[in-house]
């Protein structure tokens, strides 16, 4: 293994042009935190993907420029381009029609005439995107423009970069002319952003015989670039549960002249502050406390220090403080949280409203209830004008997937030889995704998102100037055939 080319490949590709790299980086970012794998450990099945790297580049800046905002997603026109692709590579393809103009794509490699849906490794990726306000944007969001190393566009990231990885990985599999000892689906979806009627559920109900598989490799994870190298590999193997409850206030309503003490807007404001207020209790699932364990190591001794002692009898209530504080997202991992968003209340400045109500998007662990939430939200706020509902279209709370699977431990396993033995940790998301449906259905639904990226790239996912470092979409690819070629491929 060549060190100074591997350090190259995962940089940020806006540091390549100050060549040579070693010079540049901090002395620290130069020596690997673990022993360096030998060579052979680090060969992948999936051989030498540069030049698919490129081609898939090519795939990734055609999907940009089809647009596929949600709503209305035109998600069919995505779809016919990849059907196109895998014609080309001799891979039958399937259109399974949701809407008018909202079709999801499912292939299939196959490993036997009979086969076993159980051990099936299915690859998902959606192909709609966000929507965009284009004066934000110092380029066309939709023209996939390349600039500093970087691939500029809506989606670049999340999800058309992982999209066009999976169908690489999923062609250099059937490339290689490898047998497989399991069948690995492809599998393109739709309505991701809004799950409406051409969303996963949807498509689970309609087809689920077409791509029921035992194993999936979606989004929601993260390979986590520090200082230009690659700290660890978070691998989403659960998902929050995300709630809208909105909190009603009524009172009387009547002449802005002369007000009252139950003005409906007077007690709204009161308890959206007390809920804002209030940080709920931290709950360990056992993917968090896995974690947590395995970030301490990596974290510098100070903050080790807290994260080790979180779940102790005597300085616990201290370490949750200080590593909530260290990083809002490890916050949301320990706990229910609770974001007011929407306020209305009121018709004209003179006159006082009967109602006034606020939207609350709540996130609970998978393990919590809402209605638990509410009774402690109740007691809070301790007004009987004001009332809790919950609303239609609550998130699915699903099992975690397994830490023990065979597929699990490929990934680590992977992990290790493509990031010179940077550790896989097992990660809950904030956010939810598509796999809590997959769970529900009996899949060990693991969330990546194959690119080594720094924060400051990673954050852009859903803003203005969303864009990929192509050195790190070109990483992904390697580290996405190596996974699908290790699990799938007989050797
Ligand atoms: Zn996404």
Same mark, same amino acid.
């Given at each position: 293994?060549?060190?100074?080319?591997?350090?190259?490949?995962?940089?940020?590709?806006?540091?390549?042009?100050? @060549?040579?790299?070693?010079?540049?980086?901090?002395?620290?970012?130069? $020596?690997?935190?673990?022993?360096?794998?030998? *060579? /052979?450990?680090?060969?992948?099945?999936?051989? /030498?993907?540069?030049?698919?790297?490129?081609?898939?580049?090519?795939?990734?800046?055609?999907?940009?420029?089809?647009?596929?905002?949600?709503?209305?997603?035109?998600?069919?026109?995505?779809?016919?381009?990849?059907?196109?692709?895998?014609?080309?590579?001799?891979?039958?393809?399937?259109?399974?029609?949701?809407?008018?103009?909202?079709?999801?794509?499912?292939?299939?490699?196959?490993?036997?005439?009979?086969?076993?849906?159980?051990?099936?490794?299915?690859?998902?990726?959606?192909?709609?995107? $966000?929507?965009?306000?284009?004066?934000?944007?110092?380029?066309?969001? @939709?023209?996939?423009?390349?600039?500093?190393?970087?691939?500029?566009?809506?989606?670049?990231?999340?999800?058309?970069?992982?999209?066009?990885?999976?169908?690489?990985?999923?062609?250099?599999?059937?490339?290689?002319?490898?047998?497989? /000892?399991?069948?690995?689906?492809?599998?393109?979806?739709?309505?991701?952003?809004?799950?409406?009627?051409?969303?996963?559920?949807?498509?689970?109900?309609?087809?689920? /015989?077409?791509?029921?598989?035992?194993?999936?490799?979606?989004?929601?994870?993260?390979?986590?670039?520090?200082?230009?190298?690659?700290?660890?590999? #978070?691998?989403?193997?659960?998902?929050?549960?995300?709630?809208?409850?909105?909190?009603?206030?009524?009172?009387?309503?009547?002449?802005?002249?002369?007000?009252?003490?139950?003005?409906?807007?007077?007690?709204?404001?009161?308890? !959206?502050?007390?809920?804002?207020?209030?940080?709920?209790? !931290?709950?360990?699932?056992?993917?968090?406390?896995?974690?947590?364990?395995?970030?301490?190591?990596?974290?510098?001794?100070?903050?080790?220090?807290?994260?080790?002692?979180?779940?102790?009898?005597?300085?616990?209530?201290?370490?949750?403080? $200080?590593?909530?504080?260290?990083?809002?997202?490890?916050?949301?991992?320990?706990?229910?949280?609770?974001?007011?968003?929407?306020?209305?209340?009121? *018709?004209?400045?003179?006159?006082?409203?009967?109602?006034?109500?606020?939207?609350?998007?709540?996130?609970?662990?998978?393990?919590?209830?809402?209605?638990?939430?509410?009774?402690?939200?109740?007691?809070? *706020?301790?007004?009987?004008?004001? =009332?809790?509902?919950?609303?239609?279209?609550?998130?699915? #709370?699903?099992?975690?997937?397994?830490?023990?699977?065979?597929?699990?431990?490929?990934?680590?396993?992977?992990?290790?030889?493509?990031?010179?033995?940077?550790?896989?940790?097992?990660?809950?998301?904030?956010?939810?995704?598509?796999?809590?449906?997959?769970?529900?259905?009996?899949?060990?639904?693991?969330?990546?998102?194959?690119?080594?990226?720094?924060?400051?790239?990673?954050? =852009?996912?859903?803003?203005?100037?969303?864009?990929?470092?192509?050195?790190?979409?070109?990483?992904? !690819?390697?580290?996405?055939?190596?996974?699908?070629?290790?699990?799938?491929?007989?050797?």
């Amino acid at each position: 293994m060549n060190w100074n080319r591997r350090m190259h490949i995962l940089v940020p590709a806006v540091a390549l042009a100050l @060549f040579p790299l070693a010079a540049t980086l901090p002395l620290g970012a130069q $020596v690997p935190s673990t022993a360096m794998p030998t *060579v /052979d450990s680090t060969r992948s099945p999936a051989g /030498d993907t540069t030049a698919l790297a490129k081609e898939a580049e090519g795939w990734l800046a055609d999907l940009i420029r089809i647009d596929t905002t949600n709503p209305p997603g035109n998600e069919q026109a995505a779809a016919k381009y990849i059907a196109g692709i895998l014609t080309k590579e001799g891979i039958n393809s399937e259109f399974l029609d949701l809407t008018p103009g909202r079709s999801a794509l499912v292939a299939r490699l196959r490993s036997a005439a009979m086969p076993d849906p159980s051990r099936a490794l299915l690859l998902v990726a959606h192909m709609d995107v $966000v929507g965009v306000d284009k004066s934000k944007w110092t380029v066309d969001p @939709f023209a996939a423009t390349i600039k500093d190393g970087y691939m500029y566009g809506r989606g670049s990231i999340d999800d058309k970069g992982m999209l066009a990885a999976n169908l690489a990985a999923f062609i250099a599999l059937k490339r290689s002319n490898a047998r497989v /000892d399991r069948d690995v689906i492809f599998l393109a979806t739709a309505d991701e952003e809004q799950g409406g009627d051409a969303s996963i559920r949807v498509l689970i109900a309609k087809y689920w /015989d077409k791509f029921a598989a035992g194993f999936a490799l979606n989004e929601g994870g993260r390979v986590i670039l520090k200082n230009g190298k690659v700290e660890y590999v #978070a691998v989403q193997a659960s998902e929050k549960v995300p709630v809208d409850v909105a909190v009603i206030a009524r009172g009387p309503s009547g002449h802005a002249s002369v007000p009252t003490k139950d003005n409906a807007v007077v007690h709204l404001a009161a308890a !959206v502050e007390k809920i804002g207020a209030y940080t709920a209790p !931290v709950h360990f699932t056992t993917i968090v406390r896995r974690y947590f364990e395995q970030l301490a190591p990596l974290e510098d001794d100070e903050l080790a220090k807290w994260i080790r002692s979180l779940d102790t009898p005597d300085r616990g209530e201290h370490a949750q403080h $200080v590593v909530s504080d260290a990083n809002p997202l490890w916050n949301s991992m320990l706990r229910d949280t609770i974001a007011p968003t929407m306020l209305s209340a009121g *018709v004209r400045a003179n006159v006082i409203p009967s109602e006034a109500r606020a939207m609350l998007n709540v996130r609970l662990l998978p393990s919590d209830t809402i209605d638990v939430l509410l009774a402690e939200l109740t007691k809070l *706020v301790n007004d009987p004008n004001i =009332r809790f509902e919950v609303q239609p279209d609550a998130g699915l #709370a699903a099992p975690p997937s397994s830490l023990e699977s065979d597929f699990y431990a490929t990934i680590t396993k992977a992990a290790s030889q493509e990031f010179s033995g940077a550790p896989v940790l097992p990660f809950l998301s904030a956010g939810a995704t598509d796999s809590a449906q997959l769970r529900l259905h009996n899949v060990q639904a693991y969330g990546l998102s194959p690119f080594p990226m720094a924060d400051e790239d990673a954050r =852009r996912m859903h803003a203005d100037d969303e864009r990929i470092p192509l050195a790190s979409f070109d990483k992904g !690819v390697d580290f996405l055939a190596r996974i699908v070629a290790e699990f799938a491929a007989t050797r």
